[in-house]
């Protein structure tokens, strides 16, 4: 009995075109479509089950070539960029210790800041003391070599020229400049400041001392504003010091009409006195004045040869606790209120 064989039906040619076309095509992108393939721009088309068939084929020959021309040399790698993918959102915050070390650097790093600050402001305060010994130290030996005291003396011109006028009179202070040796001479009297042109001696004192080479600088000898007039221009006409915004000046102070100044206090003498180059003259903090005055003097601002001001003075106001000859430095209060008057020897 013969077996009858079931028949077998040839491949569908077209299904094994389509096929390879689909993997070409994905193969290869930039070749144009089939031509049987809907557009991208046609409106919804239904798939027959061969297309959808072929698409499938297509897709299996893109993922395929994809794996044969990965370059990542383990199937763990593409884990690893899931994982790495997922934590990002983890990435972006820090942990507590990561934090504390962070506020940890900080305040070392500020109260070095700090630190340093106030270790510059005690070099300054004590470069207070050595300076006002440098120029104690400039103007005796002045008046040891010229007999004469700078700014007072009274035949200045015949050693470094006249600036102009009489050699002594107000043309001759206002055409000193700091870029000329040329002077003025002063009235001789034996008191700075204390004359017709006092506040002209007092400017003209730095540049007599400069031009004896007995200073560092070139002083222009008069003042900043009119003739007459008492206006600064701190490392021009005055000496600047090295604490922040001070400089000194040198004067004859008798006390008289200084409503300022302590009744009890020893006038009648030169002084050296440090200012701020501010409204109210103020260089230093009571404390700060409190300690300059202890380390060289008796503690006082009333008494001895280290003094400041009434605490109404129109300068260094509120620098003393009161106008009474008990006042004291008034060392709660941090505000730079103070200037020193250092009483010299002669």
């Known amino acids: 009995m013969t077996t009858r064989q079931p028949a077998i039906t040839p491949p569908d040619k077209s299904i094994h075109s389509n096929g390879l076309s689909m993997i070409r095509q994905a193969m290869n992108p930039v070749s144009s479509p089939p031509s049987h393939m809907p557009s991208a721009h046609a409106g919804r088309v239904h798939l027959s089950h061969r297309e959808r068939s072929s698409r499938r084929s ?22 690893s960029m899931l994982t790495a993918t997922e934590g990002r959102g983890n990435a972006a915050g820090f942990s507590l210790i990561e934090l504390a070390i962070v506020l940890v650097i900080l305040g070392l790093l500020v109260g070095g800041i700090l630190s340093g600050q106030a270790m510059i402001r005690a070099s300054e305060v004590r470069s207070v003391i050595s300076e006002k010994e440098k120029y104690e130290t400039a103007i005796n030996y002045f008046k040891e070599k010229y007999d004469s005291l700078p700014g007072d003396m009274p035949d200045a011109t015949a050693f470094w020229g006249s600036a102009g006028g009489t050699g002594s009179d107000a043309t001759c ?31 003209a004192s730095w540049k007599h ?20 007039s008492y206006v600064q221009q701190v490392g021009t006409n005055v000496p600047r ?74 300068v260094g106001t509120d620098c003393t606790t009161s106008d009474a000859a008990s006042a004291a430095y008034a060392v709660t209060d941090s505000r730079m209120l103070c200037l020193l008057q250092f009483a010299l020897s002669f």
């Open 209 to 228: 001392l400069a031009n004896a080479g007995l200073i560092e600088g070139n002083y222009s000898g008069k003042t900043g504003g009119t003739q007459g």
């Open 173 to 203: 202070f206002m055409n000193q400049t700091a870029t000329s040796p040329a002077t003025c001479n002063g009235n001789g009297n034996g008191q700075t400041g204390n004359s017709a042109f006092g506040y002209d001696e007092r400017f």
């Open 241 to 314: 010091a090295t604490i922040r915004n001070g400089f000194f000046d040198f004067w004859y102070e008798d006390g008289n009409g200084a409503s300022g100044t302590f009744a009890a206090s020893k006038w009648n003498r030169h002084v050296l006195t440090l200012y701020g180059d501010n409204s109210s003259y103020s260089a230093l903090k009571p404390e700060e004045a409190w300690k300059i005055d202890t380390k060289i003097d008796d503690s006082s601002p009333v008494y001895g040869n280290v003094m400041s001001t009434k605490k109404t003075s129109t």
């Open 58 to 79: 297509a897709s299996v020959g893109g993922r395929v070539r994809a794996s044969l021309t990965d370059p990542s040399p383990h199937p763990a790698s593409a884990l």
